[in-house]
């Protein structure tokens, strides 16, 4: 069990005091939290991987609290992908963007090889995108990163085996869920 949400100002417990659960389903478990704050606003949007309490099936799930620590999106969370047997979800990551945020993760399948999905949500948990790939190359994949770059875009770093050997790869993601590319002089090109 992952430890609970419980932001402090200046010494002062915000939250409850030991955190809040993001859920409170006790039959399921809940690996690899992400979390992402605005500072705006005072929220945290946290992902993670949902299991079964065999650890048989995966998903992924989300949850939004506000500035006084309760949570927004429903006592379970936001079932992003529901839990599978085929899959595994894994390595959420979470950046907030605008009222509200990114969230990746791998899909791997039996094999160890996998893709990077995502979706975006708004503050309301509403899908601003419905999940699309974000590396869709065949082959391992570990060690996501992701947050917001200089220049304003999302930008995820992993490392991925399609070409056999250990390499780091870095995507940007646009506002609007299309992918950026670079130019040989190192300028966006918008989709």
């Given amino acids: 069990m992952w430890p609970s949400i419980a932001p402090a100002l200046s010494g002062t417990e915000?939250?409850?005091?030991?955190?809040v659960p993001a859920s409170t389903d006790d039959s399921q478990i809940r690996v690899d939290p992400s979390a992402a704050y605005n500072p705006?606003?005072?929220?945290?949007?946290?992902?993670?991987?949902?299991?079964?309490?065999?650890q048989l099936y995966s998903g992924v799930f989300a949850q939004k609290f506000d500035a006084s620590g309760n949570r927004m999106w429903t006592d379970t969370g936001l079932v992003i992908v529901p839990l599978q047997s085929n899959d595994a979800e894994i390595f959420e990551r979470t950046v907030q963007v605008g009222d509200g945020a990114f969230v990746f993760w791998i899909d791997e399948q039996l094999t160890m090889d996998g893709t990077i999905q995502a979706v975006k949500l708004d503050g309301k948990s509403n899908l601003l995108c419905q999940q699309f790939?974000?590396?869709?190359?065949?082959?391992?994949?570990?060690?996501?990163?992701?947050?917001?770059?200089?220049?304003g875009l999302t930008a995820i770093a992993f490392e991925d085996y399609r070409n056999g050997n250990s390499?780091?790869?870095?995507?940007?993601?646009?506002?609007?869920?299309?992918?950026?590319?670079?130019t040989r002089s190192g300028h966006q090109v918008h989709k």
Avoid at 40 to 53: N, V, Y
Avoid at 167 to 182: A, E, F, M, P, T
């Fill in 14 to 19: 915000v939250f409850a005091h030991n955190g």
């Fill in 40 to 54: 705006a606003t005072k929220e945290i949007f946290l992902s993670w991987q949902e299991q079964d309490s065999l």
């Fill in 133 to 151: 790939g974000v590396a869709t190359a065949i082959g391992e994949k570990a060690s996501p990163w992701a947050d917001i770059a200089g220049n």
């Fill in 167 to 182: 390499d780091i790869y870095i995507q940007n993601v646009n506002q609007d869920c299309s992918l950026g590319k670079l």
